[in-house]
């Protein structure tokens, strides 16, 4: 895999260049386009990777696969914009999370040990994880509980913080919402509610044994785990996207409730409203992305190939 992660370094590179050249912002401040300057940083991320690759210093490996990781956040929000709205709010810097997280798998592929076939390779299922990793995940999962109540009273033409279903439909035409969250939408269904229930799956499926295996209808693999990596990169993903979007956002509503900054009132009749929102949303955003990562690390750990049983039930 080596090879293909320094074919990604130089094409990773090379955009960089380009975007730095005319001067195409790729990074955000806060809902604003960045310096057109930080592009260079993508420039430099490439460089170490190339240097890492053709070193084959694991250390220097995984220090590279680090920095692409911090380059692609915002991944998982555009494909959520792009399903579920008018489109990301800018091409290229769509375009660099998603050249970032490639170059996150690559670099980490190139990082790892060849190691002995263990379940990842057999099929067989994991041990379930530990009762803590259990109990954050439950936590995780919990944390979206409120929030799909809150999209699904708006969904079902319910009014919650001052805002009804109808005023909530009309603020998503207005901003420019894909004909498809809206259809749901009219059958009282929310998109990111339903995105939420499959957040649950997800994060249940890799602390337990019986999650993540293929269905009966799947011949031939009736039965068998899933490969690791197809759960692994959404959670990976997810993880690095929700864990500091939320906890810087809940940092953020902290300061408006204590009156330190001013939380923009947006579609909702005031801050106040606006805030509990925020606090709802961002909550969930937070718990659930940090329990996601403890999750992740686990499923990490207990499918390796020379560690078929690393986490002990009932620790």
């Not at 690759?53 to 696969?65: F, I, Y």
């Not at 929700?242 to 940092?251: D, E, F, K, Q, R």
């Amino acid at each position: 895999m080596r090879p293909g992660a320094l074919a990604w370094a130089s094409v990773y590179g090379g955009f960089g260049v380009v975007c730095a050249s005319t001067r195409t912002p790729l990074f955000t401040r806060g809902p604003h386009p960045g310096p057109a300057g930080l592009d260079w940083a993508v420039v430099a991320v490439a460089g170490a990777a190339a240097v890492a690759v053709l070193s084959r210093a694991r250390g220097l490996l995984w220090g590279a696969c680090g920095l692409s990781a911090v380059c692609a956040f915002g991944l998982l929000m555009d494909v959520v914009t792009l399903l579920f709205g008018e489109g990301v709010d800018g091409t290229a810097a769509a375009t660099g999370h998603a050249l970032a997280a490639t170059g996150t798998v690559l670099l980490a592929v190139s990082a790892r040990r060849p190691r002995p076939a263990g379940p990842a390779a057999t099929g067989e299922p994991p041990a379930p994880a530990s009762r803590r990793e259990r109990a954050v995940a439950w936590a995780g999962a919990l944390a979206f509980v409120p929030y799909a109540a809150m999209k699904t009273v708006w969904a079902t033409g319910g009014t919650f913080a001052g805002m009804d279903g109808a005023r909530m439909l009309a603020a998503a035409r207005r901003n420019g919402t894909s004909g498809l969250w809206l259809t749901l939408e009219s059958w009282g269904v929310d998109a990111t509610a339903l995105l939420a229930a499959l957040g649950i799956f997800l994060i249940f499926g890799l602390v337990y044994p019986w999650g993540l295996r293929f269905p009966r209808w799947a011949l031939g693999l009736r039965g068998r785990r899933v490969p690791r990596w197809l759960p692994l990169t959404p959670a990976l993903l997810g993880a690095a996207t929700l864990a500091p979007y939320g906890i810087a956002g809940v940092g953020y509503a902290a300061l408006g409730t204590a009156g330190v900054v001013t939380v923009p009132r947006g579609d909702f009749p005031t801050s106040a409203d606006a805030l509990v929102v925020s606090w709802i949303g961002l909550g969930a955003f937070g718990m659930y992305g940090v329990a996601l990562a403890v999750a992740a690390r686990s499923y990490w750990l207990r499918t390796r190939g020379d560690r078929p049983g690393a986490s002990v039930p009932g620790r």
